[in-house]
C-alpha cells in the first residue's frame, strides 16, 4: 500500500493467507485500520485458505479496498480461486461507479457504494426512494480514463404491488450489510434496530 496507485490504471493488490498474523502488529482491526488509510485508489482482493484464517481481517480488508474476498476450504486448488478472480478482473468495464442523479432521492441503498463493474457482470442496485416521478436515472463512471455516463429511464411511483418480490430482495440485501458491518465494526443498539425494523 506504501506504492502510489496510477491514475491512468486500476491498481490491483492480492493478499493471499492461510493463517492469523503472527509477526509484528497482531491486532486485526489495528492491521486493518492502519491498511484502511492507505488504500487511496487501490482495489484489495483477498483470499483466505484454510479454516485458520482470520475472516474479519480479509473481510474488512476486501471491503474498504472495494474487492472481495475469497475462501478456500482444506484440499481445495489454490490456483483455480485466484484463476477464477484473475479471470474476472482481466478485463474491466467500469470503475468508480457513482449515480449522478436521479427524479427521487435514494435511502438505504444496497450496496451502499457502488462496485467495479467487469465484463460479463451486471449492476443491481436496492435502494428505498423518497418522492415521486419520472425521468433518467444517470449513473457514471471511468472507462480507460474517461468519465463516461449512462441515462436509465426511471418511473418512481409514490406505491406499487406490481413488483412485490423487490422488497424482500432489498431487505435481505440491506440486512446483509448491516450484519458485515455489525462483523466489522462491533455491534451497537442503533444497528441491531435497523436490522429489526
Not at 77 to 105: C, E, N, T, W
Not at 159 to 174: E, H, K, T
Request: charge should be negative; hydrophobic fraction near 40%; proline fraction near 5%.
Amino acid at each position: 500500500l506504501a506504492e502510489r496507485a496510477d491514475a491512468e490504471r486500476m491498481s490491483l493488490i492480492f493478499f493471499l493467507t492461510d493463517g492469523l498474523p503472527s509477526v509484528g502488529e497482531n491486532a486485526p482491526d489495528k492491521i486493518a485500520a492502519s491498511a484502511a488509510g492507505r488504500i487511496g485508489r487501490h482495489r484489495i482482493f483477498t483470499f483466505g485458505v484454510g479454516h485458520d484464517v482470520n475472516t474479519y481481517l480479509l473481510d474488512r480488508l476486501a471491503v474498504e479496498g472495494r474487492g472481495s474476498a475469497t475462501y478456500v476450504a482444506p484440499g481445495a486448488d489454490v490456483g483455480d480461486a485466484v484463476g477464477g478472480v484473475m479471470s474476472k478482473l482481466s478485463r474491466p468495464a467500469l470503475s468508480d461507479l457513482r449515480i449522478v442523479s436521479a427524479p427521487v432521492r435514494f435511502l438505504d441503498q444496497a450496496p451502499a457504494v457502488l462496485p467495479d463493474l467487469f465484463f460479463g457482470e451486471e449492476l443491481v442496485v436496492l435502494a428505498r426512494y423518497r418522492g415521486t416521478g419520472d425521468g433518467p436515472v444517470v449513473i457514471e463512471g471511468t472507462r480507460d480514463g474517461r468519465r463516461e455516463r449512462f441515462s436509465l429511464a426511471g418511473h418512481f411511483d409514490r406505491q406499487s404491488s406490481a413488483n412485490d418480490y423487490i422488497a424482500p430482495l432489498w431487505a435481505g440485501r440491506r440486512i446483509g450489510e448491516l450484519s458485515r458491518q455489525i462483523r466489522l465494526e462491533g455491534s451497537s443498539p442503533e444497528l441491531i434496530a435497523q436490522v429489526r425494523d
